[in-house]
C-alpha cells in the first residue's frame, strides 16, 4: 500500500505498566514526520519499536529526544526532509539505531543510558556528521562488528562505556571519523574492543575495563595529537605501524 505520514508535534510517551508498542506498521507503513523539537519517551519493560522513516516536516533544527527507563528501536531511515533532524539519547534505556542509509546531519548526541548501533550508517553516511558523547554507552548491537564510516566525527566530553561485555549483545566497534576528547581526561570502559582510525585529539585516556573482560582499544592513524598521556588500567594499547599513533608516553597504572 502507499506509505502514510503521521505528523507529531508533542511525542510520544509509554507509561510504564504500558504493553510493548510499534509504530510504522508492515509493508509500506506509516512515516513520522516532527514538527517542533519532542521526545519518544519509554518507561515501559517492553520495546518501543519505531519501523519506517523519521524525518522534520518543518524548518529549522527538530531534535528527537530518545529516552525513558525502557528501551527502544528504531528501524527506518532517519533524514532531514524540510527541516534539519536531531538525535539526543537521554535515560537510563537504550536504544538501538538500525537505519542503513541516515542522511540527518543534525548530529547525534549521548547523554546517558545506552546507544546500540545495528547498522554502520545509523548516525549517518554520506556528507558530515557529528556524535557527541556526553555519558552513556555506545556499542555494536547483536553479534556483528561494526564501522562507523569517517563522515562521522565523535568528540567526547566525559567519561563513557564502549561496548556490553555481554555475549551475543555487543560486539567491537570500529570509529573511522576523527575524534575529539573535548579537552580534558576521558576514563573509558571497554567491554568491547574497539579501533579508533581517525585522528584523535585534545585530551588524555584512561583505558579501562569492566571485570575480566580484558579488550583492546587499537589507533589506527599516524596523525594522533592528543595531548596525553594514555594511561593502561588493563586490557591492550595497540598502536597502528609507527609510534605516533599514541603521539606521548604510554603507562600502566
Given amino acids: 500500500g502507499a506509505t502514510n505520514t503521521l505528523s507529531l508535534g508533542s511525542g510520544i510517551t509509554v507509561e510504564s505498566t504500558s504493553g510493548g508498542l510499534t ?51 528504531v528501524i527506518g531511515t532517519i533524514a532531514n526532509s524540510s527541516g534539519v533532524t536531531a538525535l539526543d539519547i537521554n535515560g537510563t534505556g537504550t536504544w538501538q539505531l538500525d537505519g542503513s542509509s541516515d542522511s540527518f546531519n543534525g548530529g547525534t548526541t549521548l547523554d546517558s543510558g545506552g546507544l546500540g548501533i545495528k547498522s554502520s550508517y545509523a548516525l549517518g553516511k554520506t556528507g558530515s556528521h557529528a556524535l557527541t558523547i556526553n555519558g552513556g554507552t555506545i556499542f555494536s548491537a547483536g553479534t556483528t562488528a561494526r564501522t562507523l564510516p569517517a563522515t562521522v566525527s565523535t568528540t567526547s566530553n566525559d567519561d563513557c562505556t564502549m561496548g556490553t561485555g555481554t555475549a551475543g549483545t555487543g560486539q567491537a566497534l570500529t570509529f573511522s571519523g576523527t575524534i575529539d576528547l573535548g579537552g580534558g581526561t576521558r576514563t573509558i570502559v571497554f567491554n568491547n574492543s574497539s579501533t579508533w582510525n581517525g585522528a584523535v585529539s585534545d585530551g588524555c585516556i584512561i583505558k579501562a575495563d569492566s571485570g575480566t573482560n580484558f579488550t583492546f582499544l587499537k589507533f589506527g592513524s599516524n596523525a594522533n595529537t592528543y595531548a596525553g598521556p594514555t594511561i593502561l588500567l588493563s586490557g591492550t594499547i595497540a598502536p597502528s605501524t609507527t609510534r605516533r599513533a599514541l603521539a606521548h608516553s604510554l603507562r600502566a597504572a
Fill in 23 to 73: 509504530i510504522g506498521g508492515a509493508g509500506a507503513g506509516v512515516n513520522l514526520s516532527l514538527t517542533a523539537s519532542q521526545s519518544f519517551i519509554n518507561n515501559s519493560s517492553n520495546l518501543l519499536t519505531i519501523t519506517n522513516g523519521i524525518s522534520s516536516g518543518v524548518a529549522g533544527t527538530n531534535v528527537l529526544t530518545l529516552g525513558g527507563s525502557g528501551n527502544g528501536e
